[in-house]
């Protein structure tokens, strides 16, 4: 009998659904601005939550495509940016049971001219101006990164002033992809230095960089000084067959000194988003889709109450026929549901055309990801049914006594 009570009673929720719409729909242009302001609060969470992640998932493309096991870096940078320690622990970690090879990597920041600028006359020269680009180096010889299109051009990494160009940069640092295709080499400055780009390959622009270039070690030394390679940004680890990372950490850890951190690509990734969450950037956008949510809450209130207030003769005949304040709540609830519903599809398709226009306009690389989906959604439902359960308290003041009157 428990299954058939189930099913009556979930089929008596359905029943009420018509009630809540009916209840809705009879003031449309209430219903339409419902559904806009529900919308809009959207469109604001969406957009604040897009850029979040653009920025979280900025600071992981450059661990996320290394190459290693283990990594190492200064126990008291809060970035992979910040990190800076002494060469001489690699030789160290070295000569550690279960380590196979140590390779440094340089991490640092310089400016790009655009290549069209170099043309400009003397005048126009000194008003040049430059976008900020990351700087990657390395040894050649000892390749860091599993980017196949990277470690298929390790050579000409080796060409004095030779760099590898990111196609995904942004256009305000030139056209480079397109002068590349018909020139075959690109020249421009770097850091004050005249530099080559002989190959391209695909990364991504962040908030904090325009672009990336990877260069050899011997380039980087020539451009910043051979001091700057006594310097490691993080330290690529590769393991023997079999070793287990946990253990050759471990062994890393009591072996070398306390200024270094030893950390799997899981806790590298994760340390760069731990670090991206304290930034002011990162708490603006989360104030700002926390506002959105609040707002969202205050529209659907709004409506929800305005019609029970209007209702409440109706409500109060209904308790006097016998129905409990749980039965009409339930309806209440379903008010809220079906606006969060119908302000959804409008607010994603105009989210997903904001996010379009960022990405090929704005050039700020926000996908319309199935998580961001999801946690707006969720968090749209929650918006929603606050909204009806504080509405519920105007609908417990319905006293049947009040039709007599």
Not at 375 to 398: D, E, H, W, Y
């Amino acid at each position: 009998m428990k299954p058939i009570y189930q099913f009556r009673k979930i089929n008596s929720y359905f029943r009420r659904t018509p009630v809540a719409w009916l209840q809705l729909s009879h003031q449309k242009i209430r219903l339409l601005v419902a559904v806009l302001g529900v919308a809009f609060s959207i469109i604001l969470i969406f957009t604040q939550l897009g850029l979040r992640a653009m920025l979280f998932d900025g600071v992981n493309l450059l661990p996320e495509n290394l190459n290693g096991e283990l990594y190492l870096i200064s126990s008291y940078a809060d970035n992979i940016r910040a990190s800076s320690f002494p060469g001489i622990y690699l030789y160290q970690t070295d000569a550690i049971k279960g380590v196979a090879d140590v390779k440094p990597l340089y991490v640092g920041f310089g400016r790009w001219v655009d290549p069209k600028l170099l043309k400009s006359t003397a005048e126009e020269k000194a008003n040049i101006k430059s976008s900020s680009i990351q700087i990657i180096a390395f040894n050649p010889n000892k390749p860091v990164f599993r980017i196949p299109e990277v470690n298929q051009q390790l050579d000409l990494l080796s060409v004095p002033g030779g760099i590898l160009y990111d196609r995904l940069a942004k256009s305000e640092m030139g056209n480079i992809p397109q002068l590349f295709a018909s020139q075959g080499q690109v020249s421009s400055i770097l850091s004050n230095r005249r530099v080559t780009v002989m190959g391209l390959f695909s990364l991504g622009s962040t908030f904090y960089y325009d672009g990336v270039a990877l260069m050899s070690d011997w380039n980087y030394g020539q451009m910043e000084g051979s001091e700057k390679l006594k310097e490691i940004s993080i330290g690529v680890i590769s393991l023997e067959p079999g070793a287990n990372p946990q253990e050759v950490a471990k062994r890393i850890k009591q072996n070398l000194n306390k200024d270094l951190k030893v950390l799997t690509q899981a806790e590298l990734v994760q340390a760069e988003r731990d670090d991206v969450a304290t930034w002011s950037e990162g708490k603006v956008l989360n104030f700002g889709a926390m506002i959105g949510f609040i707002v969202g809450i205050i529209i659907v209130y709004q409506v929800i109450y305005t019609d029970v207030s209007e209702h409440l003769p109706e409500y109060a005949t209904l308790k006097a026929m016998g129905y409990k304040d749980r039965d009409l709540s339930l309806v209440v609830l379903q008010e809220s549901l079906i606006l969060a519903m119908m302000g959804f599809i409008p607010g994603y398709l105009a989210s997903y055309g904001i996010y379009y226009l960022m990405t090929n306009f704005i050039e700020l690389p926000v996908s319309m990801n199935p998580g961001i989906a999801l946690q707006v959604f969720a968090l749209n439902i929650i918006m929603c049914t606050i909204s009806g359960a504080i509405a519920i308290k105007k609908l417990r003041t319905a006293d049947p006594a009040d039709i007599f009157y």
